[in-house]
């Protein structure tokens, strides 16, 4: 099951170990972020929390299940963790914060430098650079286009987005960058279909581009 080939029970304590680890750092993120971005909204309610260390933990493990002890698995639980948490922001403010955002574009070169580094995968760097600029142009000309539809919260996540689709592969970040707005269509549909079409209008896309971004980096080889 392990994209490594380990599938050891050394394996498998990885993925429980980064799904605890994930389920740790949720709400400390939460915490830092309501103390240090107060007009984010302070701390969510428990039930929130509750569902995003979820989700956070069950990321982190299937990234450890992915990559399993590869160098890159550092940059990538760092994608589970802060990308949780935009998702979390957009849902309910429907905005996507600029410090955030920029974390997770910063954090992610650094954590990618590494591997492109001293594990010689230059090229990979290259590509995960290539795909910010070509992700974050696209969603730019899209944005400036229908502004109506794509804001420009989501032109700037475009670029940590494309970042590590373009890390992983071209294939990686066409069919993330596409799928992204099928998931997004799918769920306004949903969303037209039980509260009205006046509500259409209130569906957030940073959760989906986050979304397809890690089902492309788990199931696309």
């Known amino acids: 099951m ?4 380990d599938d050891s029970p050394a394996g498998w304590l990885l993925v429980v170990g980064a799904a605890l680890l994930g389920l740790v750092l949720s709400p400390v993120a939460e915490i830092l972020i309501a103390r240090y971005l107060p007009r984010l ?3 969510p309610r428990p039930s929130v929390r509750i ?7 069950l990321a982190c493990g299937a990234f450890s299940l992915r990559f399993g002890m590869g160098i890159a698995l550092p940059a990538f639980l760092f994608l589970a963790v802060l990308g949780v948490q935009l998702a979390r922001i957009d849902i309910a403010l429907h905005l996507l914060s600029n ?39 696209g969603y730019l000309i899209l944005g400036l286009i229908s502004p109506g539809g794509i804001g420009m ?9 494309g970042l590590y689709l373009g890390y992983l592969g071209w294939s990686q970040l066409l069919y993330g960058g596409l799928f992204g707005f099928v ?26 581009m986050l979304g397809a971004t890690a089902v492309a980096s788990l199931f696309i080889f």
């Open 2 to 5: 392990f994209a490594t080939g």
């Open 153 to 161: 919260g989501d032109v700037k996540l475009a670029a940590p987005v």
């Open 183 to 208: 998931l997004n269509g799918v769920v306004t549909v949903l969303i037209l279909s039980r509260k009205g079409r006046n509500k259409a209008s209130e569906v957030a896309h940073g959760p989906s």
């Open 51 to 57: 569902t995003t260390a979820a989700l956070t933990g």
């Open 99 to 137: 410090p955030l955002v920029l974390m997770l574009l910063a954090g992610g070169l650094l954590l990618l430098l590494m591997p492109g580094v001293f594990d010689q995968q230059t090229d990979n760097l290259l590509r995960a650079l290539l795909g910010a600029v070509i992700l974050f142009a």
């Open 41 to 43: 909204g302070g701390l």
